[in-house]
Each structure stands twice: as structure tokens, then as C-alpha cells.
């Protein structure tokens, strides 16, 4: 059985060992370059019949 002296303990370990896994994660992403975002064309079902250059220039 867990007594609240153990409970305690290991809510804080595994919080100081996120934190150590989420600041290393961060780090490795910080310096990488997301491609644009892109468009789902049904979005534009009804629009991009009448003009499609112009649609998705918009």
C-alpha cells in the first residue's frame, strides 16, 4: 500500500523527469523548418469551379 510520503515522491519524480524530456525535445526542434501549410480543396468545393487560379490565390 501507498502512503502519502510515496505518493508524493514519485508525482515528483515523474514531473522532474518530464520536464527534463520535454526541455531536450524542445531543443531538438528549435532549430528545424516546417514546410507552408497547405490547402484541402474540398474546402473550396463550391469556389474553385468558377475560377481555380484565382481561388487559390486568395
Known amino acids: ?3 502519502r510520503k510515496d505518493f508524493i515522491r514519485s508525482i515528483g519524480l515523474m514531473a522532474a523527469g518530464s520536464l ?3 526541455s531536450g525535445a524542445l531543443a531538438s ?11 484541402q480543396l474540398f474546402t473550396m468545393f463550391g469556389t474553385i469551379d468558377d475560377d481555380v487560379q484565382g ?4
Not at 526542434?29 to 490547402?39: A, D, T
Not at 481561388?55 to 486568395?58: I, Q, Y
Open 55 to 58: 481561388t487559390l490565390k486568395k
Open 20 to 22: 527534463v524530456l520535454c
Open 29 to 39: 526542434f528549435s532549430g528545424k523548418r516546417y514546410p507552408r501549410p497547405g490547402l
Open 1 to 3: 500500500m501507498t502512503n
